[in-house]
T-cell receptor, first 115, second 110 residues
Framework: DAGVTQSPTHLIKTRGQQVTLRCSPKSGHDTVSWYQQALGQGPQFIFQYYEEEERQRGNFPDRFSGHQFPNYSSELNVNALLLGDSALYLC??????????????FGPGTRLTVT | AQRVTQPEKLLSVFKGAPVELKCNYSYSGSPELFWYVQYSRQRLQLLLRHISRESIKGFTADLNKGETSFHLKKPFAQEEDSAMYYCALSSMNRDDKIIFGKGTRLHILP
């Protein structure tokens, strides 16, 4: 199991453009969470998907949207890119086991640069 | 407001010396507290969580509800402990969002 995978690794976009980032969860996981990590900051929660629906959302504008597919993979879309959207975008997958325990496993991230 | 504060951006400690990474939190209710670690060129990973009460790689952390703190400690630092450490919290609701601090870079000096 490769764990959580994300694509692409790096991306450069221009202000006003749109971007789509992709995430494949760890095998057996059904929940995907997305985080934005700006330089020098900790990860900040964007939203979480479970059963193909957005279950929770952080304090991010509607320009940030997502999707989860039947195979549990997920996409993060950002419209009308701003310079301030430049960051490392992390995907984390998780699932609650029979004992009720869970852990969010993180992917390597996608580095987005907006120029 | 829900917040995690890590007052030190960088902590340099000599090999063999004790380590303490500070973390304070603000949360209405009873949160679950975590420490995450990111080694150079590796992904973010869970180090320990307060409900497990485990010692991982020699690190321990005790939740002090009175002081709203969750400091990470290790009695004898090793060079391989050099990494970025993030304190984080979540609600006790299963698989809830995680709120991270800004992180402390731990640098172990030879």
């Amino acid at each position: 199991d490769a764990g959580v995978t994300q694509s692409p690794t790096h991306l450069i976009k221009t202000r006003g453009q749109q971007v789509t980032l992709r995430c494949s969860p760890k095998s057996g996981h059904d929940t995907v969470s997305w985080y934005q990590q700006a330089l020098g900051q900790g990860p900040q929660f964007i939203f979480q998907y479970y059963e193909e629906e957005e279950r929770q959302r952080g304090n991010f504008p509607d320009r940030f949207s997502g999707h989860q597919f039947p195979n549990y993979s997920s996409e993060l879309n950002v419209n009308a890119l701003l310079l301030g959207d430049s960051a490392l975008y992390l995907c984390a997958s998780s699932s609650i086991d029979a004992s009720g325990s869970y852990e969010q496993y993180f992917g390597p991230g996608t580095r987005l640069t907006v120029t | 407001a829900q917040r995690v504060t890590q007052p030190e951006k960088l902590l340099s400690v000599f090999k063999g010396a004790p380590v303490e990474l500070k973390c304070n939190y603000s949360y209405s209710g009873s949160p679950e507290l975590f420490w995450y670690v990111q080694y150079s060129r590796q992904r973010l990973q869970l180090l320990l969580r307060h409900i497990s009460r485990e010692s991982i790689k020699g690190f321990t952390a005790d939740l002090n509800k009175g002081e709203t703190s969750f400091h990470l400690k290790k009695p004898f630092a090793q060079e391989e402990d050099s990494a970025m450490y993030y304190c984080a919290l979540s609600s006790m609701n299963r698989d809830d969002k995680i709120i991270f601090g800004k992180g402390t870079r731990l640098h172990i000096l030879p």
